[in-house]
T-cell receptor
Framework: SAVISQKPSRDICQRGTSLTIQCQVD?????MFWYRQQPGQSLTLIAT?????????ESGFVIDKFPISRPNLTFSTLTVSNMSPEDSSIYLC???????????FGPGTRLTVT | TQLLEQSPQFLSIQEGENLTVYCNSS?????LQWYRQEPGEGPVLLVT?????EVKKLKRLTFQFGDARKDSSLHITAAQPGDTGLYLC????????????FGKGTLLTVNP
């Protein structure tokens, strides 16, 4: 398994600003992902955070809006850029340890854009 | 694009009742995972099934993976208020490099 922490846990931001969310895993992991979730709804994959190379984005998500870094096997960041109220959501990171199928999630970052 | 149809979307039952949640797809999955999520927290992994026909039990929860690895079910026996939460199924497609496709979720409320 993997224990994942995220910072901040929540934030209220003004439109037009940017917020960087940090994700730390307690052990080296093979894969890390970033998701978005509206309260009470399912998860939408934003991108795969690749170690040492550019992230792989899903349809509808672009690097300019959601730049991602993954400098090593235990840490990743997601930046939400030039925020608008539509970006208000819960952002979750996840990790796949070793060669397991199992994916573990952080507690999420609740973002409100005013 | 792989889709997972999860049903029902909402379920409100009394303590002690049994329930079943279904996830169905036309696609084959190399593995399927079930999560439970409570408000303000991230999804917590309950179980992973990888073999067609596999049945796993976790106390009062029984998980089944279809023979063709296209569908799965979660059955809860004698539900308790502590079972309340959002249940999510998620499948990893063959060759998907661990990417998960999530169902829309089942919001379960167990009333005392």
């Amino acid at each position: 398994s993997a224990v994942i922490s995220q910072k901040p846990s929540r934030d209220i931001c003004q439109r037009g600003t940017s917020l960087t969310i940090q994700c730390q895993v307690d052990s080296q992991v093979t894969m890390m992902f970033w998701y978005r979730q509206q309260p009470g709804q399912s998860l939408t994959l934003i991108a795969t955070a690749n170690q040492g190379s550019e992230a792989t984005y899903e349809s509808g998500f672009v690097i300019d809006k959601f730049p991602i870094s993954r400098p090593n096997l235990t840490f990743s960041t997601l930046t939400v850029s030039n925020m608008s109220p539509e970006d208000s959501s819960i952002y979750l990171c996840s990790a796949v340890p070793g060669h397991s199928y199992e994916q573990y999630f952080g507690p999420g970052t609740r973002l409100t854009v005013t | 694009t792989q889709l997972l149809e999860q049903s029902p979307q909402f379920l409100s039952i009394q303590e002690g009742e049994n329930l079943t949640v279904y996830c169905n797809s036309s696609s084959v999955f190399s593995s399927l995972q079930w999560y439970r999520q409570e408000p303000g927290e991230g999804p917590v992994l309950l179980v992973t099934v990888v073999t067609g026909g596999e049945v796993k039990k976790l106390k009062r929860l029984t998980f089944q993976f279809g023979d063709a690895r296209k569908d799965s079910s979660l059955h809860i026996t004698a539900a308790q208020p502590g079972d309340t939460g959002l249940y999510l199924c998620a499948g990893a497609g063959e060759g998907s490099n661990y990417k998960l496709t999530f169902g829309k979720g089942t919001l379960l409320t167990v009333n005392p």
